[in-house]
């Protein structure tokens, strides 16, 4: 596994049109989301058996530190072994990074939420100490949710509606879903730039400005009829508002996990194309699949 050097996102030759976010906004919000990546695959290389979760964990912060990033909108978590598919999870408090130490061939995930001159991105890195056949194929598999939730949301089909579609899929595939353990077992959450700080404290892991961010869009979307998280629940039934969607389908078999989190576009436009597209195409697990086309 090699690190790779991270570049600042190019700009958009041709800008999409949407009312809820400029341009200029959206190439804040790649650039971030290109650094967040390009972190979890420089510490991704740098694991070795034995190192913990907890280390992980922090070799991610201060990596992402050492560029200049001091607010959050989660702080970053590394899972091993059957802790990557959340094995037995059943409160908070088991998502934070623990004393569990990494072996070959034992899977892994980081996962990582840093605000870089006020944008926030939040990824999803899957990987392995070696080789493991089991999560490659999950990862392989991942590439057909990644499609399905695209095609649907440029159908405006309702969230819960897509979210279903998922489940379905996994089903079909032989996995579990995984993203359910999440707290209200979302697949994804809105995101917003919030106002660039030197340091923001934060809150049970959470960045305060995100939190207060996400608190406003619920309180708003509650009074309008629509929520900023996305789940299998009836206050998600209606399409995706307009803004940065953080979606991460997470698939789970046998004490092996995988998923990718990436940020989804949506807009206003009637052009289906135009309508929803993934932020960025040049990513890690997008590569592997154009790799092995």
């Not at 959206?26 to 290389?45: I, T």
């Not at 991105?121 to 056949?133: H, T």
């Not at 405006?156 to 979210?163: D, F, G, I, M, P």
């Amino acid at each position: 596994m090699t690190s790779t050097t991270w570049a600042a996102a190019a700009p958009l030759t041709t800008p999409p049109r949407t009312s809820a976010v400029p341009a200029a906004e959206l190439d804040g919000f790649r650039e971030a989301q290109r650094l967040a990546y390009a972190c979890a695959e420089a510490v991704a290389a740098r694991l070795h058996p034995g190192v913990t979760e907890r280390e992980a964990a922090r070799m991610l912060r201060e990596w992402l530190r050492e560029r200049g990033v001091r607010d959050w909108f989660h702080l970053p978590f590394a899972w091993f072994g059957d802790r990557t598919a959340f094995t037995d999870f059943r409160i908070p408090l088991q998502f934070f990074p623990t004393g569990r130490r990494l072996e070959p061939g034992m899977p892994f995930i980081l996962d990582l939420a840093p605000v870089h001159r006020g944008f926030p991105a939040d990824v999803g890195y899957s990987g392995s100490l070696g080789l493991n056949p089991l999560q490659d194929r999950l990862m392989d598999d991942l590439q057909e949710h990644r499609e399905l939730i695209l095609r649907e949301v440029r159908e405006r089909r309702t969230l819960r509606e897509v979210y279903e579609d998922v489940d379905r899929l996994m089903v079909r595939q032989g996995y579990a879903n995984r993203h359910r353990a999440y707290p209200f077992g979302v697949i994804a959450h809105k995101v917003g730039a919030v106002r660039q700080r030197r340091w923001s404290p934060t809150l049970f892991g959470f960045g305060t400005q995100a939190l207060r961010g996400l608190a406003g869009d619920a309180l708003h979307g509650h009074r309008d009829g629509w929520s900023p998280l996305w789940s299998p629940y009836t206050f998600s039934d209606h399409p995706p508002r307009p803004g940065l969607w953080a979606v991460e389908p997470h698939l789970g078999f046998r004490g092996t996990g995988a998923k990718f989190e990436e940020l989804l576009v949506v807009t206003d436009s009637r052009d289906p194309e135009e309508s929803a597209f993934w932020l960025d195409d040049d990513l890690p697990h997008v590569r592997r699949w154009e790799a092995v086309r």
